[in-house]
């Protein structure tokens, strides 16, 4: 079987699992995300397309891979290497540093694949009254009660561990039982004094940036708001909690100010309360259990192979989760950056003329657009909390194309001059058919070096557009996150050195198979002019 007729039967595998997963109520590792686009749980219920937006896309993913893997089986019975790409794929492999970090990279690749399988605080397995159950891949969880607690909440699998013994039960955890997001241990809460009206932190001197929660009486009645501050003030998206402690819809606060709502019309907003921010101790890294004060809340809290953040997050797992964000963000920003730049710049290498004019001032004025102003103001206007890694990811492709476009214009106005471009015209060959089945094949080397290049350019993007406040929210992990909170807490160096040696081998892992790719791919090697 032929290459391409291979990579066509993978991904068709690949859809159809997705699909049969998602339809199955089964959560497979990777190919889970392909239906991980549902909307924000307080607004599902708005349209028909919010609540099945996850399943539309996702099917319409899955059929676009399917009839692109049928193509590629359909035509790909004919496919060869060219004599010249097999000489440069071996001189690849004879460059060890570079071989070397492919290897290294395709290692990291393949651990992030592993998904919940590796890191997640649902287990694995476990093994309850004689029955077996997998809840890191059941998409419904289980509850409390339904192993022998009390309450509907999602049962706590740690806990769970922990008195296994006991109840006669067997737990598998993954290696890294922490979920990368909003899964944290113990908490302190410190009250943040009201002063001229507005939020301050707590000895009072400067107005409080950052998330916090707000109470009727202190720190001990019942939840009122949750959100975040700017210089003191509610500011963006705003939970609202009922009488229950449940969420009840949200608030759009702009400068201290209500906007819009979507409370239900009964439900009278809370007024007044105190607000307070909620602080997770730094823990330093663990490797083993060690006993909690609390008889309920022991074990598992402290084994952190890396340790915690300020808000107990474990840094192993959000480095892993963040691994994986970035895998996938490469992945989207390569085929749509190099997507759009190949396709222009051939086009404008082909036809030249006044079309070849109009694209150059066009990419003149883009360049001259401040990308970080753009996020900036689409991070203040849109609301952090409904920024997305498609957004950021949309304007990166939006400013990045036109490099890959500006090298397939030279390549492309060099190679149609060619005796073989001309000779395709002449035998009846379509427009379409030169570019991109004679001509690109051929310009494509110049590309291809550009690749890694580009790769460790979205990830320092990604992490400094994260460390400064404006990247995702944090629903996703996030190495600039991770960073940034590092550096408000140098007393727990363990901090920035996981999240700093993990940016280092990464960056330099890519660097290396670019140099690589860049001396195996030299023309020169192979060409000879005359």
Not at 158 to 164: F, I, K, N, Q, V
Not at 176 to 188: A, E, G, K
Not at 295 to 317: C, F, M, N, S, Y
């Amino acid at each position: 079987m032929t290459f391409p007729r291979k990579i066509g039967l993978l991904l068709i595998v690949v859809a159809l699992l997705a699909t049969a997963g998602e339809f199955r109520g089964i959560e497979i590792p990777t190919v889970r995300w392909f239906y991980d686009f549902e909307a924000d749980p307080n607004r599902i219920g708005e349209s028909f397309w919010l609540e099945h937006q996850h399943r539309v896309i996702g099917l319409a993913m899955s059929v676009a891979m399917t009839l692109a893997g049928l193509l590629m089986i359909a035509f790909g019975g004919g496919f060869h290497w060219n004599p010249l790409t097999l000489r440069r794929l071996e001189r690849f492999r004879s460059i060890g540093r570079g071989y070397f970090a492919f290897r290294v990279l395709m290692f990291l690749l393949v651990l992030t694949m592993l998904d919940q399988a590796l890191v997640g605080k649902r287990a694995l397995a476990v093994r309850y009254e004689g029955e077996w159950h997998f809840p890191a891949f059941r998409e419904l969880p289980y509850s409390e009660s339904f192993f022998g607690g009390t309450g509907d909440e999602e049962a706590n699998y740690r806990l769970l561990s922990e008195r296994a013994e006991e109840t006669d039960t067997v737990v598998i955890l993954p290696a890294i039982p922490w979920d990368p997001t909003f899964d944290s241990d113990d908490q302190m809460e410190r009250l943040l004094p009201m002063v001229a009206k507005r939020v301050h932190t707590p000895d009072g001197r400067d107005p409080y940036n950052g998330y916090a929660f707000q109470f009727a009486e202190g720190e001990s009645g019942p939840l009122l708001r949750s959100g975040r501050l700017r210089q003191g003030l509610p500011q963006w998206s705003i939970e609202v909690y009922g009488p229950d402690g449940e969420p009840v819809g949200r608030e759009e606060w702009k400068d201290g100010e209500i906007v819009s709502s979507s409370l239900p019309e009964d439900f009278e907003a809370p007024e007044g309360g105190a607000w307070v921010r909620k602080i997770y101790p730094p823990l330093p890294p663990a490797l083993e259990q060690r006993q909690a004060t609390q008889p309920e809340k022991r074990g598992w809290q402290h084994r952190h192979l890396l340790g915690t953040d300020k808000k107990g997050w474990d840094i192993a797992a959000q480095l892993y989760g963040g691994l994986q964000v970035i895998f996938k963000a490469a992945a989207l920003y390569l085929v749509l950056t190099y997507g759009i730049g190949i396709t222009f710049g051939c086009l404008m290498g082909y036809f030249g003329g006044t079309y070849d004019l109009i694209m150059q001032r066009v990419m003149e004025i883009m360049l001259n657009v401040p990308f970080l102003l753009v996020v900036m103001i689409l991070s203040a206007n849109i609301g952090r909390d409904n920024i997305t890694l498609g957004t950021i990811l949309l304007i990166f492709c939006i400013f990045s194309w036109i490099q890959v476009a500006v090298y397939l214009r030279t390549a492309t106005y060099k190679e149609k001059a060619r005796d073989y471009a001309s000779a395709a015209r002449v035998l009846g060959a379509s427009m379409p058919r030169v570019i991109f089945r004679h001509i690109l094949p051929n310009a494509v080397a110049t590309i291809v070096t550009l690749v890694p290049f580009s790769v460790a350019s979205v990830i320092a993007s990604l992490t400094a557009l994260d460390f400064l406040g404006f990247g995702v929210p944090d629903s996703y992990p996030s190495w600039g996150r991770i960073l940034n909170g590092g550096l408000e807490n140098l007393g727990s160096p363990w901090i920035v050195s996981s999240v700093f040696a993990m940016l280092v081998i990464l960056l330099l892992t890519i660097t290396f198979i670019g140099e690589a790719i860049r001396e195996a791919f030299d023309p020169k090697k192979f060409t000879t002019y005359q």
